[in-house]
């Protein structure tokens, strides 16, 4: 357990909720050219959805949930034959098209198609348990940033596009997140939003038996399960801990809460500003709140996956905004120090922890309240990351003390 120490009062709660949330998740497949350590989705080749079906999940979102952004996700939504009619659809409705992808499939060619269909940008998923073939098989996170690095240059010289990256956090891992968290400075003109996930699985040790409905389930059936024993609670507290052994500053300004336990922090956001060479501080929750207010106010929609025309306007925050959040106040003053860095352009960037499914003593299963990553289930908005229990077992899976 971490011993961080992070007030959740003391941060804003980002005003995500089911109906009114700025993400909505769209999976056209469930097929992918990798096969990630940790993956909550069943690889299946011919699980293509059609354009049809596509349009009608969006259909659903567009009925239900009020977004920002659509992620495309999978899978990997590259394989998809119609990926550019399916970026053109969400372009066409009026939400930004975020591709969720490896990069395998990723050319120039396409990235340049992509752009002229309209996607607002990518999340590149890059971890060292990806089982990638060739040059990248047996690096480590470190290593991997010269693949991270290329998807990054490619994306910023189409233009215009938002570049994020996600990785899964292990236990063997975790000891490389800082070094992650410096890259991400070194690039923070290209790379607006570093992500990181704590790993979570079904292993032996839990003192659970499992259910679907009133039917009891082998938990050896399920398909996120290891029969290794494996590290799962990893917290989004841990993670701050290892990355302020190298930024202490570092300083969360938003979160989500869980379902089930109020105080935890299963979506932790933390906004930076700086230049490559000089991190000057960190947005608090009031600037938080001031961007996501005004933004529903101005546009009926909570914000994400800003363009990098709005992130590189760092300076302008500063110089604007500090009247209304002590962290900006805090940043401002550290660029002021020296009068010649107002002529440097400076940056936001986004660090998100996420903290997964916790499991309570009582068996009790705490998600992340207004999650973000929400699905389409037979015309129903459904947590994406338990799909497979819906498609296994016709609903989701309840965990109860073993007697």
């Known amino acids: 357990m971490s011993d961080v120490i992070i007030n959740h009062r003391e941060l804003y709660r980002l005003p995500w909720t089911l109906p009114d949330n700025a993400i909505s998740w769209l999976e056209p497949t469930s097929m992918c050219n990798l096969a990630c350590d940790g993956c909550y989705r069943e690889n299946k080749k011919d699980s293509h959805k059609t354009l049809e ?20 996700t999978g899978g990997d939504p590259l394989l998809h034959p119609d990926i550019l009619e399916i970026v053109k659809d969400v372009k066409r409705r009026g939400l930004k098209p975020i591709v969720n992808t490896n990069g395998v499939a990723l050319t120039k060619e396409l990235l340049g198609k992509l752009k002229t269909v309209g996607v607002a940008g990518f999340t590149f998923h890059v971890d060292s348990k990806q089982g990638r073939a060739s040059q990248w098989k047996g690096k480590n996170e470190i290593q991997l940033n010269e693949l991270r690095y290329s998807f990054a240059k490619m994306v910023a010289d189409a233009g215009g596009i938002s570049c994020s990256f996600n990785s899964t956090i292990y236990e063997d891992t975790i000891q490389y997140v800082p070094e992650l968290v410096k890259w991400a400075q070194d690039n923070i003109d290209i790379v607006q939003t570093m992500v990181f996930i704590c790993y979570r699985y079904i292993v032996p040790s839990m003192p659970f038996d499992w259910y679907a409905g009133g039917k009891k389930v082998d938990w050896q059936k399920i398909s996120y399960h290891t029969d290794a024993e494996r590290k799962v609670d990893i917290l989004s507290t841990d993670v701050v801990k290892k990355i302020r052994e190298k930024f202490p500053d570092f300083s969360p300004a938003a979160y989500l809460n869980g379902t089930e336990k109020v105080d935890s922090l299963k979506w932790l956001l933390t906004e930076r500003i700086g230049t490559k060479k000089k991190i000057y501080g960190h947005v608090g929750a009031k600037f938080m709140e001031l961007v996501m207010v005004a933004n529903h106010l101005f546009t009926g929609k909570y914000m994400s996956y800003a363009a990098p025309n709005l992130t590189s306007m760092g300076r302008a925050a500063m110089l604007f905004l500090w009247p209304f959040d002590k962290g900006l106040r805090k940043a401002t003053l550290a660029m002021l120090k020296n009068p010649f860095r107002l002529f440097n352009k400076a940056y936001m960037q986004s660090i998100m922890i996420i903290q997964p499914v ?21 015309g129903e908005l459904v947590w994406s990351c338990r799909l497979e229990e819906q498609k296994q077992f016709g609903s989701f899976l309840r965990s109860v003390n073993k007697q």
């Open 53 to 72: 079906e596509v349009k009608k999940e969006l259909d659903v979102f567009q009925a239900k949930r009020n977004s920002d952004c659509i992620s495309i």
């Open 358 to 378: 916790d499991f309570m003593e009582d068996g009790r299963q705490s998600m992340c309240d207004g999650c973000p990553d929400i699905t389409v289930w037979n």
